[in-house]
């Protein structure tokens, strides 16, 4: 939902903060999800990779799905790294 400009500067401050740090933790809740659904990709692959290793053609295509998931993994995990610079621990 996009929101104009007159709209954030019709809120004070604390009220911005307070909607910055829900989107915050939305996207961290998002970020942990994914890495959730990264980690089943991963193990799925692996366990098809095991059952085509003798078919170079398919074994290149689950070794590709395997390299992409990883680096959606570590890209979600940089987003939830940066939970401990902007809120405070629970």
């Keep these: 939902m996009a929101v104009s400009e007159q709209a954030l500067l019709d809120v004070s401050c604390e009220e911005r903060c307070e909607k910055l ?42 070794q590709e799905i395997a390299c992409c998931a990883r680096r959606i993994g570590r890209a979600a995990g940089k987003v939830s790294s940066l939970r401990e610079h902007f809120l405070p621990r629970e």
């Design 21 to 62: 740090e829900a989107a915050l933790r939305m996207v961290w809740v998002y970020s942990h999800e994914i890495s959730n659904h990264v980690t089943v990709i991963l193990g799925n692959s692996e366990l098809i990779d095991d059952a085509v290793h003798e078919h170079e053609s398919a074994h290149k295509q689950v």
